[in-house]
């Protein structure tokens, strides 16, 4: 099985990268470099055809997290841990005229500096630490390439500092142009060549995942087939359709099977069904038969082990397709994902869980998973945990009434408050404003 790596780096540290590839194993690595790690998002525009994404450290794959979020990509990074600042710190002491006197460090984590230097017995009296921890956890230290550099000139400046180590190919380049003695933080090859295999076993992942059963249904929506005047009329549309899901398929391994007069149902991978959503194929098929046919059209599509889970999961997306009373897809996974409607604002919700919490809010109010983790998602897309009963039956497409329900139930075990209410008109009733107390 050949993994197609693409290697985010340095130009200066793609050399160790190549050179920790074992020759025999099954990569093929495509390098992409930048010389300010801010630009590994926009490179991520330039990569075609990979499995997974290997970054040369975490900046890179921070700056690029966003948009990895967006192609669902698989991609690790070679980590900065307690080893990268034991070997730069021996190194230094070997090397380095005066040692570890008066040195100026950047890192991610500044507790990995503090915990070598307790682990080895030494006194950091004379060096100046900073880190910028946002980088690989949520709400640390905020990173500012400018404001990095300023740190080791102003220490090199006033004489505190003698030497720099960055974890910043970019800050390296500056200050050797500033005439600042410094290094980088020295990677071991084991870091690198761990985050090798790591990269190789979610490549093997991910080909193991497009190679899954998919199944897809496409039918009539049943409003419509009660419309039509002559049988002709629904013959027509179904050719239509099948026109148009032989035109989707072309391109892949899918093959399609007619079930009934309104009823076509589409074998085919993972990977093949996921590239046609990615492309917006899927909703072109269901525009150009609305055009040409004037009909309704619900499409289910599910993943699964076996044929018999991916039908059995397209048919609960078929289930939610219907309930929009339009033009509609949805998908559902094999870990029972629900993805829907399938368009550029897809919604995703879970009909399983293994969120011991998740789990013990919908036990002890009655309610289902699906309900929990669709309230959950629906608070984490929004900018504040605030919203009405209103707010909420619209996302979850159900009545206001059921909407009312759902809370009732859910404040009744205090899983939700009342934090206030609003006036969206001058005359009616005030709305009640809730607040999801989950973190």
């Given at each position: 099985?050949?993994?197609?790596i693409?290697?985010?780096?340095s130009?200066?540290?793609?050399p160790?990268?190549?050179?920790?590839?074992?020759?025999?194993?099954?990569?093929?690595?495509?390098?992409?470099?930048y010389?300010?790690?801010?630009?590994?998002?926009?490179?991520?525009?330039?990569?075609?055809?990979?499995?997974?994404?290997?970054?040369?450290?975490?900046?890179?794959?921070?700056?690029?997290?966003?948009?990895?979020?967006?192609?669902?990509?698989?991609?690790?990074?070679?980590?900065?841990?307690?080893?990268?600042?034991?070997?730069?710190?021996?190194?230094?002491?070997?090397?380095?005229?005066?040692?570890?006197?008066?040195?100026?460090?950047?890192?991610?984590?500044?507790?990995?500096?503090?915990?070598?230097?307790?682990?080895?017995?030494?006194q950091?009296?004379?060096?100046?630490?900073?880190?910028?921890?946002?980088?690989?956890?949520?709400?640390?230290?905020?990173?500012?390439?400018?404001?990095?550099?300023?740190?080791?000139?102003?220490?090199?400046?006033?004489?505190?500092?003698?030497?720099?180590?960055?974890?910043?190919?970019?800050?390296?380049?500056?200050?050797?142009?500033?005439g600042?003695?410094?290094?980088?933080?020295?990677?071991?090859?084991?870091n690198?060549?761990?985050?090798?295999?790591?990269?190789?076993?979610?490549?093997?992942?991910?080909?193991?995942?497009?190679?899954q059963?998919?199944?897809?249904?496409?039918t009539?929506?049943?409003?419509?087939?009660?419309?039509?005047?002559?049988?002709?009329?629904?013959?027509?549309?179904?050719?239509?359709?099948l026109?148009?899901?032989?035109?989707?398929?072309?391109?892949?391994?899918?093959?399609?099977?007619?079930l009934?007069?309104?009823?076509f149902?589409?074998?085919?991978?993972?990977?093949?069904?996921?590239?046609?959503?990615?492309?917006?194929?899927?909703?072109?098929?269901?525009?150009?038969?609305?055009?040409?046919?004037?009909?309704?059209?619900?499409?289910?599509?599910?993943?699964?082990?076996?044929?018999?889970?991916?039908?059995a999961?397209?048919?609960?997306?078929?289930?939610?397709?219907?309930?929009?009373?339009?033009?509609?897809?949805?998908?559902?996974?094999?870990?029972?994902e629900?993805?829907?409607?399938?368009?550029?604002?897809?919604?995703?919700?879970?009909?399983?869980?293994?969120?011991?919490?998740?789990?013990?809010?919908?036990?002890?109010?009655?309610?289902?998973?699906?309900?929990?983790?669709?309230?959950?998602?629906?608070?984490?897309?929004?900018?504040?945990?605030?919203?009405?009963?209103?707010?909420?039956?619209?996302?979850?497409?159900?009545?206001?009434?059921?909407?009312?329900?759902?809370?009732?139930?859910?404040?009744?075990?205090?899983v939700?408050?009342?934090?206030?209410?609003?006036?969206?008109?001058?005359?009616?009733?005030?709305?009640?404003?809730?607040?999801?107390?989950?973190?």
């Open positions: 099985m050949l993994i197609k693409a290697a985010i780096s130009e200066e540290f793609l160790r990268i190549l050179k920790n590839v074992n020759a025999d194993a099954n990569i093929q690595m495509k390098s992409y470099t010389q300010n790690p801010k630009e590994s998002a926009a490179i991520l525009d330039l990569v075609d055809d990979c499995d997974v994404l290997l970054f040369a450290g975490p900046l890179p794959y921070f700056f690029a997290r966003d948009k990895i979020e967006q192609k669902k990509w698989p991609a690790v990074y070679i980590p900065f841990d307690e080893y990268t600042i034991s070997l730069s710190l021996f190194h230094t002491m070997l090397n380095v005229e005066g040692g570890l006197e008066h040195i100026s460090i950047d890192m991610p984590k500044a507790a990995y500096i503090a915990k070598v230097a307790e682990e080895l017995d030494l950091p009296t004379s060096w100046h630490v900073t880190d910028y921890s946002e980088i690989v956890e949520d709400g640390g230290t905020k990173f500012d390439v400018e404001e990095v550099i300023r740190f080791h000139r102003e220490h090199w400046e006033k004489q505190e500092s003698k030497f720099a180590l960055t974890g910043v190919d970019y800050v390296h380049l500056r200050l050797r142009e500033l600042i003695p410094c290094a980088p933080l020295i990677v071991p090859d084991k690198i060549r761990d985050a090798i295999n790591q990269a190789v076993a979610f490549g093997q992942l991910k080909i193991s995942k497009n190679s059963i998919a199944v897809g249904i496409a009539f929506h049943q409003q419509e087939r009660a419309s039509y005047e002559t049988e002709s009329q629904m013959q027509d549309a179904a050719i239509i359709l026109q148009e899901l032989l035109e989707l398929v072309k391109e892949t391994d899918a093959s399609i099977q007619k009934g007069m309104d009823q149902i589409i074998y085919g991978t993972r990977g093949s069904i996921e590239q046609m959503i990615e492309y917006g194929k899927i909703v072109q098929v269901l525009e150009n038969v609305e055009q040409l046919s004037k009909v309704t059209v619900t499409m289910g599509f599910g993943f699964g082990l076996t044929a018999k889970e991916a039908e999961n397209a048919r609960i997306a078929i289930y939610h397709a219907r309930k929009q009373n339009e033009n509609s897809a949805y998908l559902v996974t094999d870990e029972k629900v993805i829907g409607p399938v368009n550029a604002q897809a919604k995703t919700f879970q009909l399983k869980s293994e969120n011991k919490t998740i789990l013990e809010i919908a036990e002890k109010t009655g309610s289902s998973v699906a309900t929990i983790n669709k309230l959950v998602q629906y608070v984490r897309l929004r900018r504040d945990n605030r919203f009405t009963a209103t707010d909420l039956a619209d996302y979850l497409q159900i009545s206001r009434r059921s909407s009312e329900r759902t809370l009732k139930k859910l404040i009744d075990h205090q939700v408050e009342v934090i206030g209410e609003e006036q969206p008109y001058q005359q009616g009733r005030p709305r009640a404003v809730y607040r999801l107390n989950y973190q």
